[in-house]
């Protein structure tokens, strides 16, 4: 790491064969689109090599460069206009469907993904973050600048929209 500091283009390149396989399916998962997601990768590549020195180490280095890609992603769908706010209505939080009757067991995880890139994007951007990288409901409200109780809802929606549509599309 000290090397990539600096500035050393054959440790830069070490890191990058290290992570970039990860990074490129964070960035697709995101956007759906591959040469996106490419470009995006790479910028947050340089964008990483430029701010290593701000990096503490307080987190994993694929943590820290996760979220320098998804941050980007998420700009790059907001520069195309594909990323919408879900207006917070003064409802209560939307419960669960527990009622589900559907068996899920065994579905293939290729099918889950194709019902979430199914979703619209804000929701497909909130499960994804949620589910598939593993941020926390306050996680995904900074990344997606929303409040938490927006996170919550927009998650519990996309969540009850992709349970719909696997059973409705896929359920056996």
Known sequence: MRECK??????????YKLYYKAMYNAAVRVLKDSFEAEDVMQESFLIAFEKLSTFKGEVAFGAWLKRIVINKSITQLRKNNRVQEVPLEAVKEQAEDTNDDANY?????????????????????????NLIEGYDYEEVSEIMHITNQNSRTTISRAKNKLRKLLKTDYAR
């Open 6 to 15: 600096n500035g050393k283009q054959s440790a830069q390149f070490e890191i």
């Open 105 to 129: 067991e065994g579905l293939n995880p290729k099918v889950i993904i194709k019902g979430i890139n199914q979703l619209k994007d804000n929701y497909r951007v909130a499960l994804t973050l």
